[in-house]
């Protein structure tokens, strides 16, 4: 039985959510501000944390970058759920580190949709082992096992949603792929116009990959339609920092 740990101050929301996902077949535990939040994350090794950002103590875009710094949560999906809606909070909550963002009010059916979607996707087997697909092209291999790519000969740790973003371009190399069959394959639901998403993902690859991210070689935006990965066997390679 999955375990989801949420943590948020406003009892209403966190009993609504609570018996959902109860219902739904969940192992469900509670933390009412960010320190205690941090403290279960550790103590429980949950598959799934559904963060608010507006917590007493420390607030959840904190909270998030510090799961992410320390090694026994680092790889654990964040689902943020907040009432901050504005773009910019969005973007904050991506770079903190958080695999998906919901804004409250939210329909419990999409609620529950995000969460299965995460866990299918971060369920400790990467989706590019699951099937023979491509895993190397020009100066780029990649290693699920490992969530890794090898880039011109040097190894780049990438996040869950890094390696699934990376290797959905990589199936499509040379081609364009739409901001919707991002969504669909990557995030694993039906899209929306929160594009933002991909703007993000894709701008942490390029400080991975590219040489100068501001002008990206390898990762380009084909501006209306979407994101197209060319790659070649000239020297060169991203930063491996």
Not at 155 to 167: A, M, P, V
Request: aromatic share 6%; glycine share 6%; net charge negative.
């Amino acid at each position: 039985m999955p375990r989801i740990l949420i943590i948020d101050d406003d009892p209403a929301i966190s009993d609504l959510v609570s018996i959902n996902l109860e219902m739904a077949g969940y192992d469900v535990q509670q933390a009412v501000d960010g320190i205690k939040g941090q403290a279960l994350a550790v103590q429980l090794q949950p598959d799934l944390i559904m963060l608010d950002l507006m917590l007493p103590k420390v607030d959840g875009f904190t909270v998030c970058q510090r799961l992410r710094r320390d090694e026994r949560t680092a790889d654990i999906p964040v689902l943020m759920l907040t009432a901050l809606g504005q773009i910019q909070d969005k973007i904050q909550g991506f770079d903190s580190g958080a695999d998906d963002y919901l804004t409250k009010p939210f329909d419990v059916e999409e609620m529950l949709a995000r969460v299965r979607a995460l866990l299918r996707r971060t369920d400790r087997i990467p989706q590019a082992a699951k099937h023979s697909e491509i895993l190397n092209q020009g100066p780029l291999t990649l290693v699920p096992e490992r969530f890794e790519a090898i880039w011109f000969g040097k190894s780049i740790k990438l996040t869950h949603l890094e390696f699934e973003l990376l290797h959905c371009l990589l199936q499509r190399h040379g081609q364009t792929v739409s901001p919707s069959d991002i969504l669909r394959e990557v995030w694993g639901y039906e899209p929306d116009d929160d594009i933002e998403t991909i703007r993000v993902h894709i701008r942490h690859l390029r400080t991975k990959l590219e040489p100068n991210p501001r002008r990206p070689r390898f990762i380009k935006t084909v501006y209306g339609a979407g994101y197209c990965l060319e790659l070649s066997t000239e020297e060169g390679g991203g930063n491996p920092a």
